[in-house]
């Protein structure tokens, strides 16, 4: 089974408007942290947001807010205010917890802002 | 604190040929991992490194290999290339062998074409 599930290869948002990016894991880990990177055209994977699995809040970073549903295993990026410059890929990522455990990528979701 | 650096950043290589990759971690980071990106397979994991010892390794055929040396510095080389391992490397550095609530930050990656 796929660790990270990323269903949406592409997503469209008006500028100003806020967008959600859906993320949903498989780890029969209790303990992992979940984690969402930006990838624009330039290549390099800017880390955005990270929650751990005992984080009783919902993580937020600014604009970027980690819509966290434990029992339904879902880990979704809400953009709020999208602006151009967040026009680029987006991939959520899992590491299981414990040492020497890898990183899980999704597959990303292209999210383009239309102004 | 200066982020993780690669270089090359552009490599423009012929089949048979070998080449090595090399990333530095932000300082104090301990950790590094390189992933190969490709349109058709999205990011794959190679291998984690952590302390001169490869912790974890993807699916990846033996003309793939790594190392790590005692700064934390790594360097990757893909010996034979072929046509298909035309990608974008990118190596993460995290400050622990691993655990789950930890970060990777990524370089901005080198662009490796085969010709």
């Known amino acids: 089974a796929q660790k990270i599930t990323q269903t949406q290869p592409g997503m469209f948002v008006q500028e100003k408007e806020a967008v959600t990016l859906d993320c949903t894991y498989d780890t029969s880990d209790p303990s992992y942290g979940l984690f969402w990177y930006k990838q624009p055209s330039s290549g390099e994977m800017i880390f955005l947001i990270y929650?751990?699995?005992?984080?009783?809040q919902n993580a937020t970073e600014g604009r970027y807010s980690l819509n966290f549903q434990k029992a339904r295993k879902s880990a979704n990026l809400v953009i709020s205010a999208s602006q151009l410059g967040d026009s680029a890929m987006y991939f959520c990522a899992m590491r299981e917890g414990g040492t020497g455990n890898q990183f899980y990528f999704g597959t990303g979701t292209s999210l383009t802002v239309i102004p | 604190k200066a982020g993780v650096t690669q270089t090359p950043r552009y490599l423009i290589k012929t089949r048979g040929q070998q080449v090595t990759l090399s990333c530095s971690p932000i300082s104090g980071h301990r950790s590094v991992s390189w992933y190969q990106q490709t349109p058709g397979q999205g990011l794959q994991f190679l291998f984690e490194?952590?302390?001169?010892?490869?912790?974890n390794k993807g699916n990846f055929p033996g003309r793939f290999s790594g190392r790590q040396f005692s700064n934390s510095r790594s360097e990757m080389n893909v010996s034979t290339l072929e046509l298909g391992d035309s990608a974008l490397y990118l190596c993460?550095?995290?400050?622990?062998?691993?655990?789950?609530?930890?970060?990777?930050?990524f370089g901005p990656g080198t662009r490796l074409t085969v010709l």
């Open positions: 929650q751990g699995s005992y984080d009783q």
């Open positions: 490194y952590f302390s001169e010892t490869q912790r």
């Open positions: 993460a550095s995290s400050p622990r062998a691993g655990l789950g609530t930890d970060t990777q930050y």
